[in-house]
Structures are given as structure tokens and as C-alpha cells.
């Protein structure tokens, strides 16, 4: 840690303005595995952002999947596809040329794209739980209920909802002044890391961070979890018992997922950081920013048979239009 410490001291600092540049410390002292590092991080992007932009592709282009489900499902892929390169690309690209810096505008926005994306994302799970919850509890009046206007309805406001109280945060933080030391310690800008290294007062930005923490985090959460324990219910009284074993592998692994996301948002969030859990956030945040968008696609959207076939049938049809051209190049020789 002592180098990465140096680096920050070279910087020239006045302790009485605001600083122009930001250091992200990352990963911590990681020099002698960077490029290991880098990658790892360059194969799980690389796999999130193909399964995430396959999902979306595939939904739009099969009219099997034109349901409230499958378009519930493209729009948590593009979700995924966008906070995963609101975050990794920048990580990946100090790994590659060593330069941790990013400026407070730069910092800001990352800051607001993420906080957008994140807090849409908490919206839409709940939004997909009460999808599923209709579908299964409620299936004479499912087709009533969830139309195409409703659900079209609802995935708007979970983007919107996302984008106005990150606008809300964001413009919170940027008021503040930042006069103390200017290193990062995470490897993107985040809430609670920033107001660290703010030298004014900071209770009413701490306030409405935990009021908008709460709302947007636990709330979508125990509306999710309601929904779980409703359908849950509904799964134990299936007569048969492969359907319901079938039904309860895929409720679990949902809610497992489910569970991960939004917990360690509550754990990095909620919980006030004493020393050994600053240490923690860390690996809790690489979870809700790294692994849950390289998941997702396999749990939600892969491991389902009718994906499976729009899957199968998109690279038959691209197969047999390779071999067209193919024979078509060799008629024109």
C-alpha cells in the first residue's frame, strides 16, 4: 500500500481548494497481479457484455419471446450491459496504463451513471418478482393485469426513478467541498468514499443518501421477497412433484441472486463502515458491480428452455446463411 500512497503524495495538493483530479487506489496493492488481474476483469466484461447484448438481441428479434417477461428480462440486460461499462472499462484501462487519476467532473458522472443504473435495477427486480408473482398466483388474471402498456409503463418508471435520484445524490455531493487528501480508497467513485473527503458538513448529504438508500434499496427488496414468499406458496401446492422441484430450482436460484444484489447494497450502504467492514466493501461492491451482471444472463434468462430455443434457432439461421454465401462465392468463381 506504501507506493500506492507515494503516488498520491507526488500530486501537488492544496488543503484549501478542491482538488482538479481524484486517485482511485483500486484493488489495493495489486502490482505484482496485475496482470492477472487485468485479465480476469478483461474475460468477465468481455462475457457480460456478449451473454447481456445476446439476451437484448434475442428478445427483439424473436417474436416468441414478446411476452412482459422476456421484455423485462432485455431491459435488465441492457441495465447490466450499462453499469457494467460505467465501471469496468475505466478499472481495466488503469490496470493497462497505470494511471489511477480521474477527475471530480469525470467522477461525478461515473458517480451518476452508476447510482442511475443501480437504483433502476433495484426497481426493475421488484417490478420482474410482481411479473412472476401475477403469472403464477394469478394466471386467470394475468393477461388483464400485466398488458403491454402496463409493462411498458413500469420498466419506464424504473429508469426514470433510477435517473432522478441519482440526479438528486449526485447534485447533493457535488456542493460539497473536497479539501482533504484526494485518494479514492475503492476502485470507482462512489457514495460513501467521496463524502469521506469532503472537509465541510456533510449530515444532510449523509441524510438523504441513507433516506434514498433506504427507499430505493430495502423497499424494492422486501417487495421482492414478499413476492417470493407468495409464489413459494403458490410452488408448494403443485400436485406434481417434478413440476415442483423443476418450479423450486428456478425460484431459488432467482432469489439467491436476488439475495446477493441487494444485500450487499444494504451491507455497503446501510451499515455504518467501522475499519474491518471498510475492508469488506469492497469485495461486497465487486459483487453487485462485477459478478451479478455476469450471472444474470445464465440465471434469468439461459437456463430457460424457450431462450435456449430462440438461442438454438438464431445460430442454425446463422449457420445456414454462412453456408449460402459460402456456396454463392464458389458459383461466382
Not at 495538493?13 to 497481479?33: E, Y
Not at 401475477?134 to 394466471?139: D, G
Request: hydrophobic fraction near 50%.
Amino acid at each position: 500500500m506504501r507506493d500506492l500512497w507515494h503516488y498520491v503524495e507526488k500530486e501537488e495538493w492544496d488543503n484549501h481548494t478542491s482538488p482538479m483530479k481524484f486517485i482511485l487506489l483500486g484493488m489495493g496493492n495489486v502490482s505484482s497481479l496485475k496482470t492477472l488481474f487485468f485479465l480476469f476483469l478483461l474475460v468477465i466484461y468481455s462475457v457480460t457484455m456478449v451473454g447481456n447484448i445476446l439476451i437484448v438481441v434475442l428478445v427483439v428479434a424473436d417474436q416468441h419471446l414478446h411476452t412482459p417477461m422476456y421484455f423485462f428480462l432485455g431491459n435488465l440486460s441492457s441495465l447490466e450491459t450499462c453499469y457494467s461499462s460505467t465501471i469496468l472499462p475505466r478499472l481495466l484501462a488503469s490496470f493497462l496504463t497505470g494511471d489511477r487519476t480521474i477527475s471530480v467532473h469525470g467522477c461525478m458522472a461515473q458517480l451518476h451513471f452508476f447510482c442511475s443504473f443501480v437504483v433502476s435495477e433495484c426497481y426493475l427486480l421488484a417490478m420482474m418478482s410482481y411479473d412472476r408473482y401475477l403469472a403464477i398466483c394469478q394466471p386467470l388474471l394475468y393477461a388483464s393485469l400485466m398488458t403491454w402498456k402496463v409493462s411498458l409503463w413500469l420498466a419506464a418508471a424504473s429508469w426514470l426513478v433510477g435517473f432522478l435520484i441519482s440526479t438528486v445524490v449526485t447534485s447533493f455531493l457535488s456542493q460539497l467541498k473536497f479539501c482533504g487528501p484526494k485518494a479514492i480508497d475503492h476502485f470507482f467513485c462512489d457514495f460513501t468514499p467521496l463524502l469521506e473527503l469532503a472537509c465541510n458538513d456533510t449530515r444532510v448529504v449523509t441524510t438523504v443518501g441513507f433516506i434514498v438508500s433506504f427507499l430505493d434499496i430495502v423497499f424494492p427488496f422486501l417487495f421482492t421477497l414478499a413476492s417470493y414468499v407468495c409464489i413459494i406458496a403458490a410452488i408448494l401446492r403443485i400436485s406434481s412433484s417434478m413440476g415442483r422441484q423443476k418450479a423450486f430450482s428456478t425460484c431459488s436460484s432467482h432469489l439467491t441472486v436476488v439475495t446477493v444484489f441487494y444485500g450487499t447494497l444494504i451491507t455497503v450502504y446501510m451499515i455504518p463502515r467501522t475499519a474491518p467492514l471498510r475492508q469488506l466493501n469492497r469485495v461486497f461492491s465487486f459483487f453487485y458491480t462485477v459478478l451479478t451482471p455476469l450471472v444474470n444472463p445464465l440465471i434469468y434468462s439461459l437456463r430457460n428452455r424457450e431462450v435456449r430455443e430462440a438461442l438454438g434457432k438464431a445460430f442454425r439461421k446463422s449457420l445456414a446463411c454462412t453456408q449460402t454465401h459460402s456456396s454463392y462465392a464458389l458459383l461466382c468463381k
